[in-house]
């Protein structure tokens, strides 16, 4: 079974930090680009970094570049997040997602995010 | 504030057709193809149309999506209560350089 399983959750304190896992299993996890989506409590769905099969591109929302860190280890099948100088507002359901197709992350955008963790709730507040 | 629009909400009756627009600009949507996710109450979001206008294994053919231009648009036809759900569309925007979603529009079945 093709699955996603988020970790690392919890209450941290504003200016604090927190490192989010992602451990997949069932598919070819190094042919994949990974992507970090967030949903705050009540609201939409909001982007936060996307990595490439082999960590080769990485992108970030401008909310959260140069604060997070998105990383995999290809060997272990697992994506990360690191989240540094955390604000109120980065509290949220965080999910991780597998882009669609096994192909460069350019053309994976076409395919969508097909398969989603079932999320991490990040909670900042003192 | 998103950079992709939809309405709020929508409503339909039973074996109604419904849609739901999402606006966007050229450097995404008029560029890049749109993506809709269905997220039940209370799960994680699932991929409902990829590529504008193609269906995942397992998404009934009820659901339909269609692009013009710098727009995007998602049909469910035959409502079904358990389609109440919020639904979200999404693009690659090559100004911003990451994935854009929309605000998400808040289906109800009457």
């Keep these: 079974e093709v699955q996603l399983v988020e970790s690392g959750g919890g209450l941290v304190k504003p200016g604090g930090s927190l490192r989010l896992s992602c451990a997949a299993s069932g598919f070819t996890f190094d042919s994949y680009s990974m992507n970090w989506v967030r949903q705050a409590p009540g609201r939409g769905l909001e982007w936060v970094s996307s990595i490439s099969s082999g960590s080769s591109y990485i992108y970030y929302a401008d909310s959260v570049k140069g604060r997070f860190t998105i990383s995999r280890d290809n060997a272990m099948n697992s994506l990360y997040l690191q989240m540094n100088s955390l604000r109120a507002e980065d509290t949220a359901v965080y999910y991780c997602a597998r882009d669609g197709r096994p192909v460069s992350i350019a053309a994976s955008r076409a395919y969508g995010m097909d398969v989603w963790g079932q999320g991490t709730t990040v909670t900042v507040s003192s | 504030q998103s950079v992709l629009t939809q309405p709020p909400?929508?409503?339909?009756?039973?074996?109604?057709?419904?849609?739901?627009s999402c606006s966007g600009s050229s450097s995404n949507i008029g560029s890049n193809t749109v993506n809709w996710y269905q997220q039940l109450p209370g799960t994680a979001p699932k991929l409902l149309i990829y590529s504008n206008n193609r269906r995942p294994s397992g998404v009934p053919d009820r659901f339909s999506g269609s692009k013009s231009g710098t727009s995007g648009s998602l049909a469910i036809s035959g409502l079904q209560s358990e389609d109440e759900a919020d639904y979200y569309c999404a693009a690659w925007d090559d100004s911003l350089n990451g994935v854009v979603f929309g605000g998400g529009t808040k289906l109800t079945v009457l």
Excluded: D, M, N
């Design chain 2, 9 to 20: 909400s929508a409503s339909g009756t039973p074996g109604q057709r419904v849609t739901i």
